[in-house]
């Protein structure tokens, strides 16, 4: 009995990890993504949506799951992204 319970819990502490791409409730930036972070301001959807123009030169956090990427003439890149809220 005792064997199985330790075992148990090993199991159970063993499988609680969120990690870096798990289920963690709270979000840690990869080291290329930290400086992006730091500077971007999580705007509201409809704000942007609005008047997208006024926020051209501004990075925006927003998190979501990304839908396709593709890369533009000048080298940067377009993002479609779902965007939970």
């Not at 006024?54 to 890369?71: N, R």
Request: hydrophobic letters at 40%; charged letters at 25%; one cysteine or more.
């Amino acid at each position: 009995m005792r064997i199985e319970a330790v075992a148990g819990f090993v199991l159970w502490v063993s499988a609680c990890g969120g990690g870096q791409y798990g289920f963690s409730r709270t979000y840690e930036p990869l080291i290329t993504e930290r400086p992006h972070l730091e500077k971007a301001q999580e705007l509201p959807l409809e704000d942007v949506r609005k008047a997208p123009y006024d926020f051209k030169t501004v990075e925006v956090a927003w998190f979501g799951v990304v839908q396709s990427i593709h890369e533009l003439e000048d080298g940067r890149s377009e993002l479609f992204l779902a965007a939970r809220v």
